[in-house]
Structures are given as structure tokens and as C-alpha cells.
């Protein structure tokens, strides 16, 4: 079965603890994404990654980091200094930009700061 | 002002009701539309997709993108309380890899 996984779905973390948040693909899309998803306010974007070993910030990159060493993996780093951590977290994926660019997403991994 | 609108709801329509959803937007420049179901706690799963203008069919969904009115619709006939939800549309430029997305619109379909 072809989709997105993200790891844990739940996660918690101490004030000043960096944790890091998994998801893989097997869709074989080049581009890769995340979301911030609070109540009331949409989805809001991270990073995205559009080939392996580049990326670009979003609107809310402050606090996080990424990476992309490989074309399946885009793991976020959310890291002491996201003042307001506590939110939904979505990976997405996608082929290049063309008529027929879907995103899909993965479940998701809700992180609670204690 | 968003550049993606989205009446956040909650709608509250009875079994086999026609519901309509909608988005209006103000960036004249895309040209890619898409809606979004988002049950509780879950991901969100792409319903529909649609490029430019004009309506699209699948089933019981149907969507609709007026771009003179910079407005896209959702419309959904016999709706069930399986269709209870969060809606979110979505919206692209060509040659860009940012979607925007509205803030989503809750629907509760009572039994």
C-alpha cells in the first residue's frame, strides 16, 4: 500500500526538550512538506522540500528544523526555542507542480508539551 | 486579509440534506483547487481536485470553481452523518509548490 507515515502519533516533551518527528513516504513524490495545525487557524506551513537535500521555510519556520537526506524521509526537529509548541503536526507529499499535483497527507502526530 | 476565506461553522444540517461549502479567495493567480476532509484527530484526505474553472462530479460530491468571482464550492447531495467532518479547501499557483488553505469549515449531519 502506497502512503504516508508519521511517527509517534502521540508525543510528549518537557519544556527545553528537542524531540523530532518522523515521516516516510513510499509514493515515490519528490516534494515533501510540513504543516502546523492549531484550532481554528488551518494549516499552517513549516518547511517544505521539493528535491532531496534542499529545503525551504514556510510561514512559521521559526523553532523548527528539517532535513533531507533521502526521497522517502522529511523528519522535523521542533526544538526548544518554539515558544508554543503544542499543535497537530501533518507531513504531506507531492509530485513536481503540474496540472495534476495532488497533495496527500499523513495522520498526523499531536505533540503535547508538558 | 487571508488570502484563502473559509466560514469556520459549525453547519449543522439533517441526514439527506444538500450542503454547501465554500471558499473565496484573492489571489487571482491560481489555478489549482482542492477540498479536503478532515475527520477528528486524523489526516486530512483530498476529496476533490480541480483545475481552473468549472464543476467536477464524483458521486455524491460535487465542486464547483468560479474564478470571475474568485469563489469554489463544495456541494455534497444526501448527506450522512459519515460526512461529518472538517472541510478544507486548498488552492495553488502554477509552478509553485505552496498550497494555502482555508481555516476549514465544520459540518455536523444529525440522524
Not at chain 1, 76 to 97: D, G, H, M, R
Not at chain 2, 38 to 63: C, H, I, V
Request: hydrophobic residues 30%.
Amino acid at each position: 500500500d502506497g502512503g504516508i507515515t508519521q511517527s509517534p502519533k502521540y508525543l510528549f516533551r518537557k519544556e527545553g526538550q528537542n524531540v523530532t518527528l518522523s515521516c516516510e513516504q513510499n509514493l515515490n513524490h519528490d516534494a515533501m512538506y510540513w504543516y502546523r495545525q492549531d484550532p481554528g487557524q488551518g494549516l499552517r506551513l513549516i518547511y517544505y522540500s521539493q528535491i532531496v537535500n534542499d529545503f525551504q521555510k514556510g510561514d512559521i519556520a521559526e523553532g523548527y528544523s528539517v532535513s533531507r537526506e533521502k526521497k522517502e524521509s522529511f523528519p522535523l526537529t521542533v526544538t526548544s526555542a518554539q515558544k508554543n509548541p503544542t499543535a497537530f503536526y501533518l507531513c504531506a507529499s507531492s509530485i513536481p507542480p503540474g496540472p495534476y499535483n495532488e497533495q496527500f497527507f499523513g495522520p498526523g502526530t499531536r505533540l503535547t508539551v508538558l | 486579509q487571508k488570502e484563502v476565506e473559509q466560514d469556520p461553522g459549525p453547519l449543522s444540517v439533517p441526514e439527506g440534506a444538500i450542503v454547501s461549502l465554500n471558499c473565496t479567495y484573492s489571489n487571482s493567480a491560481f489555478q489549482y483547487f482542492m477540498w479536503y476532509r478532515q475527520y477528528s484527530r486524523k489526516g486530512p484526505e483530498l476529496l476533490m481536485y480541480t483545475y481552473s474553472s468549472g464543476n467536477k462530479e464524483d458521486g455524491r460530491f460535487t465542486a464547483q470553481v468560479d474564478k470571475s468571482s474568485k469563489y469554489i464550492s463544495l456541494f455534497i447531495r444526501d448527506s450522512q452523518p459519515s460526512d461529518s467532518a472538517t472541510y478544507l479547501c486548498a488552492m495553488r499557483s502554477p509552478g509553485t509548490y505552496k498550497y494555502i488553505f482555508g481555516t476549514g469549515t465544520r459540518l455536523k449531519v444529525l440522524a
